[in-house]
């Protein structure tokens, strides 16, 4: 069970649009709909953005959205705003009622 | 309103067992579906999974740590205790738990959080 892979920076400009992958492998990603996102800011605990792949919490800007195709999964942040600045982290189930993170995405708003 | 709480020693030397609770408020360990996860973080690093109990005492380890990890619940205090044998420096980290709903796949509450530190 090894991580799930990210890029470990993305930049984007206020009103921008920009995509977070997450790569996986058939054991995870490619075989669940399972795929859940957390934004962290500095200090502070992960906060669920994205669950079940593209099912958005109550409470969530429709600014974020997710999506999946093959053993990669995708956070999008439309309309990019400074408090976006945050770091990003895929999770995925593993089966077995596991579950494995990504390294995380340190998104910075230019 | 959902909350948790998690508890421990901040220092734990080499070799020794880390015991950490977690106290939660706004739901029952009970309902079935529901569950009670641990996510750790070493500085400037990402999150790592631990361990998760369910509601009906089924427990799930990480692979790598499940020889070093035991969760255990008591319902009745509202609690979820996580024991870690044999600590090694890098095992210093922040350790979270967190809340598994039962009607969305995801953690979806989390608590703030405790360092630990491993160090002689």
């Known amino acids: 069970q090894s991580a799930l892979t990210q890029p470990a920076s993305v930049s984007g400009s206020p009103g921008q649009s920009i995509t977070i992958t997450c790569t996986g492998t058939?054991?995870?990603?490619?075989?669940?709909?399972?795929v859940s996102w957390y934004q962290q800011h500095p200090g502070k605990a992960p906060k669920l953005m994205i669950y079940?792949?593209?099912k958005r919490p109550s409470g969530v800007s429709n600014r974020f959205s997710g999506s999946k195709s093959g053993n990669t999964a995708s956070l999008t942040i439309s309309g990019l705003q400074a408090e976006d600045e945050a770091d990003y982290y895929c999770?995925?189930?593993?089966?077995?009622?596991?579950?494995?993170f990504g390294g995380g995405t340190k998104l910075t708003v230019l | 309103q959902i909350t948790l709480k998690e508890s421990g020693p901040t220092l734990v030397k080499p070799t020794q067992t880390l015991t950490l609770t977690c106290t939660f408020s706004?739901?029952?360990?009970?309902?079935?579906?529901?569950?009670v996860g641990w996510i750790r973080q070493p500085p400037g690093k990402a999150l790592e999974w631990l361990a998760l109990?369910?509601?009906?005492?089924?427990?799930r380890y990480s692979p790598s740590l499940k020889s070093r990890l035991t969760i255990t619940k008591d319902t009745s205090k509202n609690q979820v205790v996580l024991t870690m044998t044999n600590m090694d420096p890098v095992d210093t980290a922040t350790y979270y738990c967190?809340?598994?709903?039962?009607?969305?796949?995801?953690?979806?509450?989390w608590g703030q959080g405790t360092l630990v530190t491993v160090s002689s």
């Open positions: 967190a809340h598994r709903s039962g009607q969305l796949v995801a953690f979806d509450y």
């Open positions: 706004g739901f029952s360990l009970s309902t079935s579906g529901v569950g």
């Open positions: 109990i369910y509601w009906n005492d089924d427990k």
């Open positions: 058939s054991s995870d990603v490619g075989s669940y709909n399972l």
């Open positions: 079940e792949v593209s």
């Open positions: 999770c995925s189930y593993a089966g077995s009622s596991t579950w494995v």
